[in-house]
């Protein structure tokens, strides 16, 4: 079966355009939709990703028509490959049933890869820069070393319950079991 899906973003713009090339494409049933391409949530997209069968063929106007970002453009294609379905776009003339759609598909993949790989490194790096000026990125931490070794060593004296020492210190208990387990793993506090 050949299956199509048309996309807009806001209720003003209009499926039309892309309804009759699908239709010229040979769509014999068509998933309309109206969201944002950058959201997740679409529930016609995951209808049409979940009825999809061996053989089928995805049918979309535009590639961004399916999603703006490239990361879920690939899950999406990952999903229609899993359904053992083709892929066609017809603007950007990509057809996964043919060797050549498959390779470009693949292109795309290893471009994305890459892109993942740069963020990545630039990510690292800058986190790295940050430690070196003493800046620790991420949530500050919620007990002082004071607070943890006074934990632990109300913990271990059996002063207090680590639940003692969770409302104590206005934490929640699975803090205060990490405490004492870093202290099992730390043998010099």
């Given at each position: 079966?050949?299956?199509?899906?048309a996309?807009v973003s806001t209720?003003?713009?209009?499926?039309a355009?892309?309804?009759?090339?699908?239709?010229?494409?040979?769509?014999?049933?068509v998933f309309e939709?109206?969201a944002?391409g950058?959201?997740?949530?679409?529930?016609e997209l995951?209808?049409?990703?979940?009825q999809?069968r061996?053989?089928?063929?995805?049918?979309?106007?535009k590639l961004?028509?399916?999603?703006?970002s490239?990361?879920?453009?690939?899950?999406?294609m990952?999903?229609i490959?899993?359904?053992?379905?083709?892929?066609?776009s017809?603007?950007e003339?990509?057809?996964?049933?043919t060797?050549a759609?498959?390779m470009?598909m693949?292109?795309?993949?290893v471009?994305?890869?890459?892109e993942?790989?740069i963020?990545?490194?630039?990510t690292h790096?800058?986190l790295?820069?940050?430690r070196?000026?003493?800046?620790?990125?991420?949530?500050?931490?919620?007990?002082?070393?004071?607070?943890?070794?006074e934990?632990?060593d109300m913990v271990?004296s059996?002063?207090?319950?680590?639940?003692?020492a969770?409302?104590?210190?206005?934490?929640?208990?699975s803090?205060?079991?990490?405490?004492?387990r870093?202290?099992?793993?730390?043998?010099?506090?």
């Amino acid at each position: 079966m050949i299956t199509g899906y048309a996309r807009v973003s806001t209720d003003e713009q209009a499926t039309a355009a892309q309804l009759d090339a699908l239709s010229s494409g040979g769509c014999e049933r068509v998933f309309e939709e109206r969201a944002s391409g950058g959201r997740w949530d679409r529930p016609e997209l995951h209808r049409m990703l979940d009825q999809i069968r061996q053989g089928d063929v995805v049918v979309v106007w535009k590639l961004d028509r399916l999603s703006r970002s490239l990361k879920d453009l690939l899950s999406i294609m990952e999903k229609i490959d899993a359904a053992g379905a083709g892929f066609r776009s017809l603007t950007e003339a990509i057809d996964t049933t043919t060797p050549a759609g498959r390779m470009m598909m693949q292109m795309v993949g290893v471009f994305a890869e890459f892109e993942r790989e740069i963020i990545r490194e630039r990510t690292h790096a800058g986190l790295a820069r940050a430690r070196k000026k003493g800046r620790y990125p991420g949530r500050k931490p919620k007990l002082s070393d004071d607070q943890r070794q006074e934990i632990r060593d109300m913990v271990r004296s059996g002063k207090r319950t680590e639940a003692e020492a969770a409302r104590i210190f206005g934490v929640h208990r699975s803090t205060i079991s990490r405490v004492m387990r870093e202290a099992l793993s730390d043998p010099i506090t």
